[in-house]
Antibody
Framework: EVQLVESGGGLVQPGGSLRLSCAAS????????MNWVRQAPGKGLEWVAN????????FYVDSVKGRFTISRDNAKNSLYLEMNSLRVEDTALYSC???????????WGQGTLVNVSS | DVVMTQTPLSSPVTLGQPASISCRSS???????????LSWLQQRPGQPPRLLLY???NRFSGVPDRFSGSGAGTDFTLKISRVEAEDVGVYYC?????????FGQGTKVEIK
């Protein structure tokens, strides 16, 4: 069974940092692109970033460029999102999603909540 | 960025009746590889999103055939032939033709 389990969320002050993790199981992690998608409370979905199978390519939404870094460790079947200079508007549920073929976000985790507040 | 606009934002439907959601993009979603990377996702209450359709009209594994997709270029439609109680939720279109990938605002399907 495919499983994606996020962790690392929490309450952080504006300007602070957090590192999110996504533990994958039930599929060959190293064959998949991986994505982070966020959802602010009561709002819609926003794609944040993704990373190629081997980590050689990474893409970000403009609002997080220079502040967030996506990475992965295929030996540990894990995806990460390093978030720095956090802003109130980064408050959201952050979910990881796997992608075997382009544009198909086929499996999702339950998400981890990031709350940026003073 | 490609703006995705869904209509309606809310769709009250009678059980067993059809439902239709429109999604319009601000630019053509035809990729240089000639594919159109438009997908539809369903988010049931309290659940993560679930992929329904990809490349406009291809049903993902396990998706019932009452869900269908159509369209081309900038105009796309998701149809549910006969709405069932389990179809309640928010439906999103998403484009993966151009970075950053973008979603529509979501359409809430509820039972009348």
């Amino acid at each position: 069974e495919v499983q994606l389990v996020e962790s690392g969320g929490g309450l952080v002050q504006p300007g602070g940092s957090l590192r999110l993790s996504c533990a994958a199981s039930g599929f060959t992690f190293s064959n998949f692109w991986m994505n982070w998608v966020r959802q602010a409370p009561g709002k819609g979905l926003e794609w944040v970033a993704n990373i190629k199978h081997d980590g050689s390519a990474k893409f970000y939404v403009d609002s997080v460029k220079g502040r967030f870094t996506i990475s992965r460790d295929n030996a540990k079947n894990s995806l990460y999102l390093e978030m720095n200079s956090l802003r109130v508007e980064d408050t959201a549920l952050y979910s990881c999603a796997s992608m075997e073929r382009w544009g198909q976000l086929q499996a999702w985790g339950q998400g981890t909540l990031v709350n940026v507040s003073s | 960025d490609v703006v995705m606009t869904q209509t309606p934002l809310s769709s009250p439907v009678t059980l067993g009746q059809p439902a239709s959601i429109s999604c319009r993009s601000s630019q053509s979603l035809v990729h240089s590889d000639r594919n159109t990377y438009l997908s539809w996702l369903q988010q049931r209450p309290g659940q993560p999103p679930r992929l329904l359709l990809y490349k406009i009209s291809n049903r993902f594994s396990g998706v019932p055939d009452r869900f269908s997709g159509s369209g081309a270029g900038t105009d796309f439609t998701l149809k549910i032939s006969r709405v069932e109680a389990e179809d309640v939720g928010v439906y999103y279109c998403m484009q993966a033709t151009q970075f950053p990938w973008t979603f529509g605002q979501g359409t809430k399907v509820e039972i009348k």
